[in-house]
């Protein structure tokens, strides 16, 4: 491609709401062969809700949801604020907890009332050394409908599952089959549990996925996904995604997403919605090809 196609390219580009950043991205994304895609907030809202509470005998659902909630208020956590706002919908006032701590990856815990709660993933519990006894059962049958299960615990026992629900955005399921017809292989990475991601990756159509990933782990999960010679894109919009962003060969952040994600970009779309990410790839492949 001539530099004048790819200004004319960057051009169309930013006019569909693709702003490359660097030049040669343009060029690197036909090349591509395989994208990644971030889960939450990138193929769904970022917008969890509470779904189900179920709660170990002898406990009852407000007594948990109140010390949970109380815990979830000082994280920032997607998560967090579905819990919290269930919390408010059933009127409880929360009290305020000593001693907050976020594992990252995990979950989170603190004091409440004298009483220890934590509440996050099963391997929160396993960690922490907490049986979940019966109540894993529950976990796996709401993880089989696409639900994400986190466990709460009191005292260092099990107390309750909760299971939280992201919707996947609108534009998601027509986007992977657009990459798909571009010939791409779509892979998906996410923190979320692995049964969970399954179900919904298997939604979507997507065939490659990376679950329980720490925070840490996304470029080494990003690198396990490469593929020969081809070239590797990935599409995130949080925090815990900057590193794979920029490891990438192309980088493609949300516009939406958080400022640390945009910052470590090749490409920024302007809007939430995938078929940005068609797009991109769609002008990339045009303006190599010279197609106006
Ligand atoms: P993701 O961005 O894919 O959600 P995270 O690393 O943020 O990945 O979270 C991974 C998992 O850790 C979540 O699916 C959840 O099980 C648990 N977790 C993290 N933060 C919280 C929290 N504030 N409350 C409960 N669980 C949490
Ligand atoms: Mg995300």
Same mark, same amino acid.
């Given at each position: 491609?001539?530099? #004048?196609?790819?200004?004319?390219?960057?051009?169309?580009?930013?006019?569909?709401?693709?702003?490359? @950043?660097?030049?040669?991205?343009?060029?690197?994304?036909?090349?591509?062969?395989?994208?990644?895609?971030?889960?939450? &907030? *990138?193929? *769904?809202?970022? @917008?969890?809700?509470?779904t189900d509470l179920i709660v170990a005998d002898g406990m009852t659902e407000d007594t948990v949801l109140r010390l949970v909630a109380a815990v979830e208020a000082t994280s920032e956590h997607p998560i967090a604020t579905a819990i919290t706002r269930a919390a408010e919908t059933r009127g409880l006032t929360l009290p305020s907890p000593e001693g907050f701590d976020?594992?990252?990856? %995990? &979950?989170?815990?603190? *004091?409440?009332?004298?009483? /220890?709660?934590?509440?996050?993933?099963? @391997?929160?519990?396993?960690? !922490?050394?907490v049986e979940i006894g019966g109540l894993a059962e529950r976990g796996a049958e709401l993880a089989? !409908?696409?639900? #994400?299960?986190? %466990?709460?615990?009191?005292?260092?026992?099990?107390?309750?599952?909760?299971?939280?629900?992201?919707? +996947?955005?609108?534009?998601?399921?027509?986007?992977? /089959?657009?990459?798909?017809?571009?010939?791409?292989?779509?892979?998906? +990475?996410?923190?979320? =549990?692995?049964?969970?991601?399954?179900?919904?990756?298997?939604?979507?159509?997507?065939d490659h996925v990376v679950a329980e990933v720490l925070p840490e782990g996304k470029v080494t999960a990003l690198e396990s996904l490469r593929e020969g010679g081809g070239k590797l894109a990935f599409v995130g919009d949080g925090i815990n995604d900057a590193p794979?962003?920029?490891?990438?060969?192309?980088?493609?952040? +949300?516009? *939406?997403?958080?400022?640390?994600?945009?910052?470590?970009?090749?490409?920024?779309l302007i809007s939430g919605d995938l078929t940005g990410v068609v =797009?991109?790839?769609?002008?990339s492949k045009r303006t190599m090809r010279n197609i106006r």
């Open positions: 491609a001539t530099p #004048t196609s790819i200004m004319v390219g960057t051009g169309r580009a930013a006019e569909m709401g693709v702003l490359f @950043r660097k030049g040669d991205a343009l060029q690197m994304l036909q090349e591509a062969t395989v994208v990644a895609l971030d889960k939450t &907030g *990138t193929l *769904t809202e970022g @917008r969890p809700e509470l976020s594992i990252t990856g %995990y &979950g989170v815990q603190a *004091t409440v009332e004298g009483h /220890r709660v934590l509440i996050g993933a099963d @391997r929160l519990m396993a960690r !922490e050394g089989a !409908e696409g639900k #994400t299960p986190l %466990y709460a615990a009191i005292d260092g026992r099990i107390a309750a599952v909760i299971a939280v629900t992201d919707p +996947i955005k609108p534009g998601t399921p027509a986007a992977i /089959r657009a990459l798909h017809d571009l010939g791409l292989k779509v892979a998906m +990475i996410t923190g979320d =549990n692995a049964a969970t991601a399954r179900v919904i990756a298997a939604q979507l159509g997507i794979a962003l920029a490891a990438a060969d192309v980088g493609i952040a +949300i516009g *939406t997403g958080t400022d640390i994600a945009i910052e470590a970009a090749d490409v920024v =797009n991109a790839f769609d002008i």
